[in-house]
């Protein structure tokens, strides 16, 4: 091990770097620091002499991370929450947590988590922060590298949420999927039968982190493709479009009793075999090292 090395970049200098690759700012990293920018400029120099490699270039006033930068992303949120634990144990007081926290999630998922979120933000009453970022934003990646701490997300079963194996996942919720119409729809009053589906133009969701949802291969194989007329980022955005158009939507049941979006809007059971989908919590294994996500993973894997 070189010694002479380690010894000439501290917890402090890393700190910096990590901080760095979430606010893309020096500014915004001193900030959050409680530094000063020249003093976050400082230890980026040396970093970037240490480690041999520019670690950001500037672009329109924001710091883009190099590849080099991105790759150990990683491995310097795995060394600090190593230490973060070390430093913090014992006993966690929700009220006394003076961090911040952040969770990403589709705007879809918060509107059945919201209830949840602002009771855990009720308890951690003196916490910087606690921020909810769209999965479309902070994705795995930001998982991996420790910019985001949770991630809470819709997916088949057969369907893990990321193909890394770095990063856990747990199943909070269990769920079931249903297709979703105007109530001007031609199929209103008819039974759904699979003919009927597939005669139909369809809504998509797209999410370019997951592979091909189980239910979409299981339908093709056995019966036939959907015909998609266009694809969105979100349920909500999709019953939107349903509302609106004579297009079906195939999506989230528990969703459906939750959203404002699919009021007035009329719900049938799928008819053919779709295996089984859920919510599930995502997370990088470092993270629980530190109490407040160790005791907010309890509060999103615990049914009330």
């Avoid at 997300?153 to 057969?158: E, G, Y």
């Avoid at 999927?177 to 199929?187: R, Y």
């Avoid at 404002?260 to 008819?271: E, H, M």
């Amino acid at each position: 091990m070189d010694y002479i090395t380690l010894s000439r970049i501290s917890l402090k200098h890393l700190t910096v770097l990590h901080v760095l690759l979430s606010t893309h700012s020096v500014t915004g990293a001193a900030e959050i620091l409680c530094v000063s920018p020249s003093s976050v400029s400082k230890n980026l120099a040396l970093l970037r002499t240490q480690l041999n490699d520019e670690l950001f270039y500037r672009d329109n006033g924001s710091l883009i991370p190099t590849q080099f930068a991105l790759s150990i992303g990683p491995e310097i949120h795995k060394i600090l929450s190593a230490m973060n634990g070390i430093l913090h144990q014992g006993d966690f007081s929700p009220q006394q947590f003076s961090g911040s926290i952040s969770l990403s999630m589709r705007e879809s998922t918060f509107e059945l988590f919201a209830a949840k979120i602002v009771q855990i933000s009720q308890q951690l009453s003196n916490a910087r922060c606690l921020n909810v970022f769209a999965k479309e934003q902070l994705s795995f990646e930001a998982l991996s590298r420790g910019q985001v701490d949770f991630m809470l997300l819709p997916h088949d079963i057969s369907q893990p949420p990321t193909r890394s194996r770095d990063l856990m996942w747990q199943q909070v919720l269990a769920d079931e999927m249903v297709c979703l119409m105007s109530p001007k729809h031609p199929l209103v009053d008819k039974p759904m039968n699979i003919e009927h589906y597939l005669s139909c133009y369809h809504i998509g969701i797209l999410d370019k982190d997951l592979s091909e949802p189980y239910f979409e291969q299981n339908l093709t194989q056995q019966y036939g493709a959907r015909k998609l007329a266009l694809s969105v980022a979100d349920f909500g955005a999709g019953a939107v479009l349903c509302h609106q158009t004579e297009l079906l939507l195939t999506c989230s049941k528990m969703w459906v009793q939750h959203a404002l979006q699919a009021k007035g809007l009329v719900t049938k059971s799928l008819p053919f075999d779709y295996g089984k989908v859920a919510y599930s919590l995502v997370w990088n294994p470092a993270s629980l090292n530190e109490p407040a996500l160790n005791w907010l993973h309890t509060q999103l894997t615990t049914e009330d």
